[in-house]
């Protein structure tokens, strides 16, 4: 059930870029994006609903694809503020209720 | 506003011990969830209330117990704490129903079983 997140970690120098991509296996609802920075929680960055809807961080964007059940996240610019682990959030929804599970995490380190 | 409150913040155990971890969110949010996070790893689902009156398990369950006593609390319990237990735990709640359900954590309960 956990998505599957790649890569495992990067390294970045300031003012480059990183892509960050998650898939599942199964149908999603909505795909989500937190980073966490050490001893802290996890904070939301974005998220993107079945159909195209997205909400978020201005100068974060993402992408979803229905069909493969897969998102990436694009970092543009990297700043060093951007380190941290990323952890994309999948929602499927069931007669159940919400259902929401977190991928392993990217940890990005963004140097001088 | 306070958002979501976990208490208590740091805790050990001795093996064998229980202890209740407690959660509240002022949001008015629909659906709460307790997860563990061990050294390195992600964010795995213990259990989760879809809403108010509901609970369902989630990937790691077992040794568990949860209660969502309102629909402001949900608690996480541990009936006999083990080693393996050790582990930051996050609750967290959604507002569900809505197309945008974005999530949002509590600080955290850092626990040591010994």
């Known amino acids: 059930q956990q998505p599957v997140q790649s890569p495992q970690a990067v390294i970045l120098r300031e003012g480059e870029d990183a892509v960050i991509n998650c898939s599942s296996s199964?149908?999603?609802?909505?795909v989500h994006w937190y980073r966490q920075k050490h001893g802290e929680a996890p904070v939301f960055l974005m998220i993107?609903?079945?159909?195209?809807e997205q909400k978020g961080h201005e100068k974060i964007s993402a992408s979803f694809n229905e069909k493969k059940q897969q998102s990436s996240l694009y970092l543009t610019a990297s700043q060093l503020s951007y380190s941290g682990t990323y952890f994309c959030?999948?929602?499927?929804?069931?007669?159940?209720?919400?259902?929401?599970?977190f991928g392993p995490g990217t940890r990005l380190s963004v140097l001088p | 506003n306070a958002g979501v409150t976990q208490t208590p913040k740091f805790q050990v155990l001795k093996t064998g011990q229980s202890m209740t971890l407690q959660c509240a969110q002022d949001?008015?949010?629909?659906?709460m969830y307790w997860y563990r996070q061990d050294p390195g790893m992600g964010l795995r689902l213990i259990y989760y209330?879809?809403?108010?009156?509901?609970?369902d398990k989630g990937e790691v369950p077992n040794g568990y117990n949860v209660s969502r006593l309102n629909k402001r609390e949900f608690s996480l319990r541990l009936e006999s704490a083990a080693p393996s237990q050790t582990s930051v735990y996050f609750c967290?709640?959604?507002?569900?129903?809505?197309?945008?359900?974005?999530?949002?954590f509590g600080q955290g309960t850092r626990l040591t079983v010994v």
């Open positions: 967290a709640s959604t507002l569900r129903g809505g197309g945008f359900t974005e999530a949002f």
């Open positions: 199964k149908a999603l609802y909505s």
């Open positions: 993107l609903l079945k159909g195209g």
């Open positions: 959030g999948t929602e499927s929804r069931d007669n159940y209720g919400q259902n929401f599970v």
């Open positions: 949001m008015n949010h629909n659906s």
């Open positions: 209330s879809a809403s108010e009156g509901t609970t």
